[in-house]
């Protein structure tokens, strides 16, 4: 019987020991993987370099470059002429008389909500082409961007777990590593 007890309890130190050693490893892999600043002081370039991709996405810098390089293509813009309608219906509507100014009003209206509908579906169709181009590029770049800043790199891991084996043993402050809890200096009261 004591034989079975002695493999038994052999078989429990050996299974806290190997759980010890996965929760070492399983914490320094985390600590590493979120330690960004560590990060940032190995490799400041490609930071440096995200941080600026992130901030030109987000003041937009695409737009204003596509729009940049469409008005080097096609030239400035002309600028809006200083009446919407053309002379002949400015003639009509002069020779409508006391009906002209409503006649000119529903007119402007009109042309007014055609043009601003038009404008609409122009943006639609633009944001569309724009987002079945930039969704695919902007997924893959923010993926790879998280794996980076995540991931867990072999000189940070092996740090961190130096670190946390010293910490284990200064808590173990010279206690047996083979002593249950509980135990008097490893003798067992069951003999």
Excluded: C, H
Aim: aromatic letters at 4%; hydrophobic letters at 40%; zero cysteines.
């Amino acid at each position: 019987m004591a034989a079975e007890t002695d493999a038994a309890r052999d078989r429990v130190l050996a299974a806290r020991a190997g759980l010890g050693e996965e929760l070492e490893t399983l914490e320094a892999s985390v600590r590493a993987a979120v330690d960004v600043p560590a990060k940032i002081r190995r490799n400041p370039v490609r930071t440096a370099a995200l941080a600026g991709g992130a901030g030109f996405l987000v003041l937009g810098g695409p737009r204003r470059l596509l729009r940049r390089a469409r008005r080097a293509v096609t030239g400035a813009p002309e600028p809006l002429p200083t009446s919407m309608l053309p002379d002949q219906i400015e003639r009509s509507l002069r020779e409508l008389g006391d009906d002209g100014a409503a006649v000119r009003g529903a007119l402007e209206r009109d042309f007014a909500a055609y043009a601003k509908q038009a404008s609409r579906d122009r943006a639609r169709l633009r944001t569309l082409l724009v987002l079945t181009v930039a969704r695919p590029l902007l997924s893959a770049g923010t993926k790879a961007a998280a794996g980076w800043l995540f991931r867990t790199d072999d000189e940070g891991f092996q740090a961190r777990l130096a670190q946390i084996r010293e910490r284990t043993e200064r808590q173990k402050g010279g206690a047996p590593d083979d002593a249950l809890p509980g135990d008097e200096a490893g003798s067992d009261p069951g003999r």
